[in-house]
Nanobody, 116 residues
Framework: QVQLVESGGALVQPGGSLRLSCAAS????????MNWYRQGPGKEYELVAR????????NYAHSVENRFTISRDISKNTVDLQMNSLKPEDTAVYYC?????????WGQGTQVTVSS
């Protein structure tokens, strides 16, 4: 059974930084594409960042390019999202996602609030 557990969400001032972490069990983060999504208040789910299993290539939403960095630690089986220069519009619940062959797996989400 695959389980994903996010952590690291917090209240942060505009311009600040946060690092989110997604701990996976039941699957290796190096074997699958791993995604970070977010859902802001009154908004739809948005794919924020993706890291591929082969070569670790990354993709980002235009809204977070050059501010967010997705990475994985194979030894810890985690996928992290480093978020810099945070803006109020980054406020959202952030979810880790593993698109499996038959089932999509999701974590419970972690709240990020950017406010002064």
């Amino acid at each position: 059974q695959v389980q994903l557990v996010e952590s690291g969400g917090a209240l942060v001032q505009p311009g600040g930084s946060l690092r989110l972490s997604c701990a996976a069990s039941g699957a290796s983060v190096s074997d699958y594409t791993m995604n970070w999504y977010r859902q802001g208040p009154g908004k739809e789910y948005e794919l924020v960042a993706r890291i591929s299993p082969v070569g670790g290539s990354t993709n980002y939403a235009h809204s977070v390019e050059n501010r967010f960095t997705i990475s994985r630690d194979i030894s810890k089986n985690t996928v992290d999202l480093q978020m810099n220069s945070l803006k109020p519009e980054d406020t959202a619940v952030y979810y880790c996602n593993l698109p499996g062959r038959l089932v999509d797996y999701w974590g419970q989400g972690t709240q990020v609030t950017v406010s002064s």
